[in-house]
Nanobody
Framework: QVQLVESGGGLVQAGGSLRLSCSAS????????MGWYRQAPGKQRELVAS?????????ADAVKGRFTISREKSENTVLVYLKMNSLRPEDTAVYYC?????????WGQGTQVTVSS
């Protein structure tokens, strides 16, 4: 079993930056591609960035060029980061990390990002 904990969200003005962190602990040997998802009020959860164990990254068009995903691994923990620059009001959402090819259950609590105009 894997436990997910997200942190780093907050309130920021448009144009600002935040760095989100995700800690995945437990049976981390089962973790492969990880991603950051977001869910805005009234909208479905969407994948915004992913990173494979080999470091290959993919980004949704809406965040390409502004967000950067990275990861590192220690013995029993996988850390996944999302550096967000040039934030826009439409980036406001609860951000979650999770697997991409395999969904980890339960989801973490997420971290709220609010971008004011």
């Amino acid at each position: 079993q894997v436990q997910l904990v997200e942190s780093g969200g907050g309130l920021v003005q448009a144009g600002g930056s935040l760095r989100l962190s995700c800690s995945a602990s437990g049976s981390v040997f089962s973790i492969n591609t990880m991603g950051w998802y977001r869910q805005a009020p009234g909208k479905q959860r969407e994948l915004v960035a992913s990173i494979s164990t080999g470091g290959t990254t993919h980004y949704a068009d809406a965040v390409k060029g502004r967000f950067t995903i990275s990861r590192e691994k220690s013995e029993n923990t996988v850390l996944v980061y999302l550096k967000m620059n040039s934030l826009r009001p439409e980036d406001t959402a609860v951000y979650y990390c999770n697997g991409v090819t395999v969904t980890i259950k339960p989801w973490g609590q997420g971290t709220q990002v609010t971008v004011s105009s």
